[in-house]
């Protein structure tokens, strides 16, 4: 069924959304604060469907019939609220605005109330897919009322991505839930590319292969459990060349790995949830790290490391490349396991009714971290929807208890190497931590009422106490 919609913000994703948008069958009005990307799109693409090119944010709103539909794609923060503040106060009751931008899933919330009280409807919306996603196909994530749901749900389920039969896109939850899961999207993606480059670095050190033979360990790797889009994309990137010098690609990249905010987000949300998303943090970190280059520098120059050749771990060279895939696997386990917890205790919050199985269902297509082994945690969530970790579920237990000596081995010997694999030390610990019988929490709560009385729980009894620590060490019930 064909529709209309209006897009605003032509850059690479607003741009190849509307094209997508148009080769659907929607006609699709187009506007762009400066009118160069609105003209360049009609003239380069404008054979590709039914495209209404207009200047002034009135001609764009005047162009749509109502309940007019508008996506937003611009930048997140001022931009888009200077977008929003633009169009808002021509619109009519029951229109929808939709932002499919990166938007930090407070201002949603915010936007979302402040629109709501006006008659319109607000849908935040998560994209992930890139640029070539946004034109052949995304994941789509869109949140707010189920009533803005029906009247623009249909129109992005026919542009996203398609897999078993199934588009990528559902209906997340009210208000800001879009935006949420899809930053904790982006966190999962951060420590899924922080894991990948540990394991080439391992691969790269331990057995001195080139970017290009790793590259094809990492295609090898895409055949099995791994599948996934970052591995597959990994195999490209290591197996090129850098024209100009004629070495490896990834050898003359600066090593300092940017980021525009998601992962941060993600990490910032987990503290205030009190989430241990481990993984997604050391992948923050991890980019700090590399982005330090002065003190990177200054240490290389002083901090000695293990003066040690690395000998029988790699002597049998298939199998060490084996242990680092299953470290890697493991450790991936890990973080998609944080992730949905996050989401898990993030719509418990906020009050979102998520669909963690829908919702994995929607990232096996289109979207960056699309893997095999999500249709695998989508029926852990159908199977067991009251599962307070996918790590003891039956199949991921048992692929994680699987390589777990390769895992520790690999860790290992990475410390005993020097080299730093934070992403999977960091996973090895939180597996290990989840299953202590008993953690050393109890000493801490031990120095915090002795520093502070802050009081602590005992093991046999309920109420919460106090030791008299600079009097008699007497204990008083506090509680
Ligand atoms: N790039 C990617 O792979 C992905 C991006 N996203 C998100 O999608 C959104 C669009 O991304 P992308 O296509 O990369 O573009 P950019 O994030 O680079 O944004 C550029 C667009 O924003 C417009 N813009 C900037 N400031 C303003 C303003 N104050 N008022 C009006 N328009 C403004 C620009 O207009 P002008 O041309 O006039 O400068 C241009 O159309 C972002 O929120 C991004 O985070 C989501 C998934 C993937
Ligand atoms: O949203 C995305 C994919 O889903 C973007 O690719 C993401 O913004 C990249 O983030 P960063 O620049 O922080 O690495």
């Not at 205030?272 to 002065?294: K, M, Q, Y």
């Not at 290992?412 to 090895?428: E, I, K």
Request: net charge negative.
């Amino acid at each position: 069924m064909s529709d209309q919609i209006g897009v605003t913000g032509l850059a690479v994703m607003g741009a190849n959304l509307a094209r997508n948008l148009a080769r659907h069958g929607h006609q699709v009005v187009l506007h762009n604060r400066s009118r160069g990307r609105t003209d360049a799109l009609v003239e380069q693409h404008g054979s590709e469907g039914d495209f209404v090119p207009t200047g002034s944010v009135e001609e764009f709103v005047g162009a749509l019939q109502r309940p007019r539909k508008i996506i937003i794609m611009v930048q997140a923060g001022p931009a888009t609220d200077a977008v929003i503040d633009e169009i808002a106060p021509l619109l009519d009751e029951g229109d929808v605005l939709m932002d499919g931008g990166n938007a930090l899933f407070t201002d949603t919330i915010r936007r979302t109330e402040a629109l709501t009280a006006r008659g319109l409807h607000f849908v935040g919306t998560g994209i992930s897919g890139g640029e070539e996603g946004a034109l052949n196909g995304p994941s789509i994530m869109p949140g707010g009322s189920k009533e803005a749901y029906e009247l623009v749900g249909p129109l992005l389920e026919s542009i996203a991505a398609v897999v078993d039969g199934e588009p990528c896109c559902t209906h997340v939850g009210a208000s800001g839930a879009g935006h949420f899961v899809k930053m904790v999207h982006n966190g999962i993606e951060y420590a899924d590319m922080q894991l990948i480059a540990e394991a080439y670095d391992l691969l790269r050190q331990g057995l001195e292969l080139t970017p290009a033979e790793i590259g094809d360990v990492f295609a090898g790797w895409n055949e099995g459990d791994l599948e996934s889009y970052l591995i597959e994309i990994t195999a490209q990137v290591l197996r090129h060349t850098d024209a100009e010098s004629g070495g490896p690609f990834v050898d003359i990249v600066l090593d300092e790995a940017e980021q525009k905010g998601t992962g941060r987000w993600t990490v910032q949300s987990a503290l205030d949830l009190g989430v241990p998303v481990s993984g997604i943090a050391e992948a923050v970190f991890a980019r700090a790290l590399s982005g330090h280059r002065e003190q990177r520098q200054a240490a290389q120059k002083v901090l000695p490391g293990p003066d040690r050749q690395w000998d029988e771990q790699v002597a049998d060279k298939d199998a060490f490349i084996e242990s680092v895939r299953q470290a890697l696997y493991a450790s991936k386990v890990v973080a998609y396991a944080q992730g949905f917890d996050q989401i898990t205790q993030g719509a418990d919050h906020h009050g979102w009714d998520i669909d963690r199985a829908a919702l994995a269902k929607i990232w096996r297509g289109g979207c960056i971290i699309r893997a095999r082994f999500l249709d695998r945690i989508s029926q852990v969530f159908t199977d067991e929807p009251d599962v307070t970790t996918l790590l003891t579920n039956d199949y991921f237990r048992g692929a994680v208890s699987e390589g777990q000596e390769s895992w520790r081995q690999v860790v290992a010997g990475a410390a005993r190497h020097g080299v730093p694999v934070p992403g999977f030390a960091s996973a090895l610990a939180y597996y290990d931590g989840l299953r202590a019988e008993r953690l050393p929490a109890a000493l801490i709560q031990g120095l915090r009422d002795l520093f502070g009385a802050h009081t602590y729980r005992r093991t046999d009894r309920e109420g919460s106490f106090h030791t008299m620590w600079g009097e008699d060490g007497r204990e008083v019930q506090t509680g």
